[in-house]
C-alpha cells in the first residue's frame, strides 16, 4: 500500500497508477482536509476518493463532480464512527 500521508493511502483515495495530477490533488486532499478531520475527530473512513470518467458516470456523478480531481478540485465521501453530519 502506497500513503499520500500518515492515515491515507494512494489505494483508499483511488489514485493508484494515475496521473501525477490526480495523486497531487489526493495528496492536497488528505494534508488539508482530511489529516485535521482525523486529529479531531478520530478515524475516518474513505469510501469515495477520485472517480475516473466512467465510474463517475456509473454513480450518476456530475461531469464537473470534484471527484474527478479536475481543475485542482478534489473531494472524497468519508464517514466518523459517532459523528453524523447534516443532511
Known sequence: MTQLTE???QEEMGVVGVEQ???DNALFLCEKILEPIRAKFGSVSVHDG???PTHNAK???K??????????KAAADISISGVSFPT
Open 50 to 52: 477520485y472517480r475516473n
Open 63 to 72: 461531469a464537473t463532480s470534484f471527484h474527478m480531481f479536475e481543475g485542482g
Open 59 to 61: 454513480v450518476g456523478g
Open 21 to 23: 495530477r490526480l495523486i
Open 7 to 9: 492515515h491515507f493511502s
